[in-house]
Nanobody, 124 residues
Framework: QVQLVESGGGLVQAGGSLRLSCAAS????????MAWFRQGPGKEREFVAG????????YSTNSVKGQFTISRDNAKNTVYLQMSSLSPEDTAVYYC?????????????????WGQGTQVTVSS
C-alpha cells in the first residue's frame, strides 16, 4: 500500500512558477512509476508527466514540454512537478499517482494509488 499526499498548489499569476510535491508513505516507493495528472474545470483528468521507478526516464505530454519538469527523490519518497511560465489554461486540480507499470503509461487505469489532489489556480 502506498499513500500519496500532494502539496504546493495555490494561486499564482500568469507567467509565474510553482513546485508541487507528492510525499509517499511505504517502503516500496522506489519501485513505482510515478505520474502527475490534472483535471481542469469541466475537463477529463489528463496525464501531465511521469517518471519511471528508477528515476531514469521522465516523460511529459507535448502541451507542457519545456514548461513542466518531473523529478523524484527516492531517498525522500517524494516526487516533484516544477511548473514554470504558467498560464490560466494550467488551472486545474493536480493529482499525483503511482503504479507498477513497467512502461510509461498515460492512462489513468494504469495507476493504483492516487493523492487527494492540490488546486493550482493561475490568474491572468
Amino acid at each position: 500500500q502506498v499513500q500519496l499526499v500532494e502539496s504546493g498548489g495555490g494561486l499564482v499569476q500568469a507567467g509565474g512558477s510553482l513546485r508541487l510535491s507528492c510525499a509517499a508513505s511505504g517502503r516500496t516507493f522506489s519501485t513505482y512509476t510515478m505520474a502527475w495528472f490534472r483535471q481542469g474545470p469541466g475537463k477529463e483528468r489528463e496525464f501531465v508527466a511521469g517518471i519511471m521507478s528508477n528515476g531514469g526516464r521522465a516523460y511529459s505530454t507535448n502541451s507542457v514540454k519545456g514548461q513542466f519538469t518531473i523529478s523524484r527523490d527516492n531517498a525522500k519518497n517524494t516526487v516533484y512537478l516544477q511548473m514554470s511560465s504558467l498560464s490560466p489554461e494550467d488551472t486545474a486540480v493536480y493529482y499525483c499517482a503511482g503504479g507498477l507499470t513497467r512502461v510509461m503509461n498515460t492512462n489513468i487505469r494504469a495507476y493504483d494509488y492516487w493523492g487527494q489532489g492540490t488546486q493550482v489556480t493561475v490568474s491572468s
